[in-house]
């Protein structure tokens, strides 16, 4: 017999609560077509969320906004960076231009 439970948990442990907190369902659909516009993004980019990031905040925004979670600073959910020195589209173009011209060592701007 398990010492574990029914499903195999373990029966002496109480769940931990999620760090965030708990937030409404959005039942009215709300903020659907930037939940839909992310998950495209995700899809067409070969889920490379980086890529989607804009759609990501929108989405999250949207929910702020309509008291489906908490308001946070955006930049304490990682969305801060947005005038880094070189983003992953720069670099891939960046990339792509030294590859396409192998005698020119100059950086592409």
Known sequence: MSAGGA?????GVSPV??????????????CD???????????T???QSEKCR?????????RMERNLMAKQDMFELGFGEEHRSETSESKD??????????????PAK
Request: one cysteine or more; hydrophobic letters at 25%.
């Open 7 to 11: 499903f195999g948990g373990n029966r």
């Open 17 to 30: 609560p999620p760090e965030k907190g708990i937030f409404p369902l959005d039942h009215l659909h709300e």
């Open 33 to 43: 077509l930037d939940k839909k516009e992310y998950i495209s993004c995700l899809k």
């Open 45 to 47: 980019s070969g889920y």
């Open 54 to 62: 804009i759609f990501s905040k929108k989405y999250l925004e949207c």
């Open 93 to 106: 173009l960046r990339i792509k231009n030294e590859a396409s011209s192998p005698g020119d060592k100059t």
